[in-house]
């Protein structure tokens, strides 16, 4: 999968305490974040389809500061006692939301007749609920996401509108797209953080997917090089599908520093249902044989300040 990929991370914390230091907060209540991804396809890097039809990506999430539960959350975490109130430190939590949208196509946009042996137009657009649990080696991810598929989701709308700003041909075969289905979807993601040191890290991963847009498992690993790494648990990619948001608001308390890295990742999947190849759930919709099996390999790289992180 070849794809550009911009992600701009914005940490934030309160400016009053900037102004005034003997006015802070608990250091666990410091430090939210915005951050705003941005995935597409540019087809001149690996050539026409490398990246297997999947189009354009965009995501905007909010990161609560660490250990700070909205009220929205505060029920199930104290049902399932998340949080330990004796040693607050030995789980850490951060809560998030999210608005997500998906294009996917088939490779040949100006053909107006449908496809047979390639996969259907898609939009998804979602609603997400995150959580990340992080211990001092491991951590975990869960995300929920309410939403649709089909002409709903304006994928249509989106990507003609856009190329026409760029410009470049429209897309003829939306008519060919999957229907209006509401989505359900809940991710799970565990990473370990091993063979740590500030200039190399490796971090092996398990997770997969369940609900109407994808039933799935994974593993794989990733490994980082550079320069002052992060103390997280490596880089986020909203195209996954798999709970993948990684997200973790900077210590602000800690020295500014500049640093950066970059990465490798592989990993395998086994899919048992994609609904961008299988078609609708529950109604009669174009569709395409789908490989269960498949890898995927990624090299990107990330530079960052005490605010500000960007991949690419």
């Known amino acids: 999968m ?10 934030l914390h309160s400016f009053a305490d900037e102004a005034n230091p003997e006015n802070k907060k608990d250091p666990k209540q410091t430090g939210e974040a915005f951050a705003f991804y941005v995935e597409n396809d540019t087809r001149s890097l690996g050539g026409p389809g490398s990246d297997q039809a999947y189009t354009n990506g965009l995501k905007f999430s909010y990161v609560y500061a660490e250990n700070k539960i909205p009220d929205w959350a505060r029920g199930t975490i104290d049902k399932y006692k998340i949080l ?8 850490k939590v951060n809560l998030g939301i999210s608005l997500g949208h998906q294009i996917y196509t088939p490779n040949t946009l100006s053909e107006p007749n449908l496809i047979t042996n390639d996969r259907p137009y898609a939009g998804w657009l979602y609603l997400g609920f995150a959580a990340n649990l992080k211990e001092k080696s491991s951590a975990q991810f869960f995300e929920f996401d309410i939403g649709i598929v089909g002409p709903g989701a304006l994928g249509k709308q989106i990507q003609n509108n856009w190329h026409d700003m760029i410009p470049k041909e429209r897309a003829m075969g939306w ?12 991710y799970y993601q565990k990473r370990y953080k091993i063979a740590e040191s500030k200039n190399i890290d490796l971090l092996p991963f398990y997770g997969g997917g369940f609900g109407n847009v994808m039933i799935r498992v994974h593993a794989g690993a990733i490994v980082r090089i550079g320069s002052n790494l ?10 996954s599908n798999d709970g993948d948001s990684f997200i973790s608001p900077m210590n602000l308390d800690e020295p500014k520093k500049f640093g950066y890295y970059v990465f ?17 759930t529950f109604q009669k919709s174009h569709h395409v044989r789908k490989y ?4 995927d390999t990624e090299i990107r790289s990330s530079t960052y300040t005490h605010r500000y992180q960007a991949w690419t």
């Open 84 to 91: 330990d109130e004796k040693n607050p430190d030995a789980t």
């Open 264 to 280: 490798a990742s592989t990993r395998g999947n086994f899919i048992v249902r994609n609904i961008f190849l299988d078609g609708n």
């Open 292 to 295: 269960p099996f498949n890898f």
């Open 230 to 239: 992060l103390d997280d648990f490596g880089p986020s990619r909203p195209s």
């Open 2 to 11: 070849k794809l550009l990929i911009i992600v701009l991370w914005f940490g």
């Open 175 to 186: 008519q060919h797209g999957i229907n209006d289905e509401p989505t359900l979807q809940l």
